[in-house]
């Protein structure tokens, strides 16, 4: 059974910086499209980056040049890296894993899901 875990969160002034980890178990990260996700107070969850199993990313336009998703093979781990975090980057940041083709950044048929951890960005 594959499951995530992700660590990293925390609270953190706008302009500051965050590495959200996602550690898998039970299944692997190499060769698997995996993305972050959030899901911000009374909005719908939207997708912030994805990276594909050729190692391609996508990233939402609103994080573009401040994040960057990437994986670790050997510790069979997902990351993102958060600069110049503004207060809209506030919510829970979900890792996810999606078998098959494609990786879009939906997040929609993507299985299984971590847990969460909360990013709370201060003005």
């Known amino acids: 059974q594959v499951r995530l875990m992700e660590s990293g969160g925390g609270s953190v002034q706008a302009g500051g910086s965050l590495t959200l980890s996602c550690e898998v178990s039970g299944g692997t990260v190499n060769n698997t499209c995996m993305g972050w996700f959030r899901q911000a107070p009374g909005k719908e969850r939207e997708g912030v980056a994805v990276i594909a199993r050729n190692g391609g990313t996508k990233y939402t336009s609103s994080v573009k040049g401040r994040f960057t998703i990437s994986r670790d093979n050997a510790k069979n781990s997902l990351y993102l890296q958060m600069n110049a975090l503004k207060v809209e980057d506030t919510g829970v940041y979900y890792c996810?894993?999606?078998?098959?083709?494609?990786?879009?950044?939906?997040?929609?048929?993507?299985?299984?899901w971590g847990q969460g951890t909360q990013v709370t960005v201060s003005s």
């Open positions: 996810a894993s999606k078998i098959g083709l494609g990786c879009p950044i939906d997040g929609i048929t993507f299985y299984p």
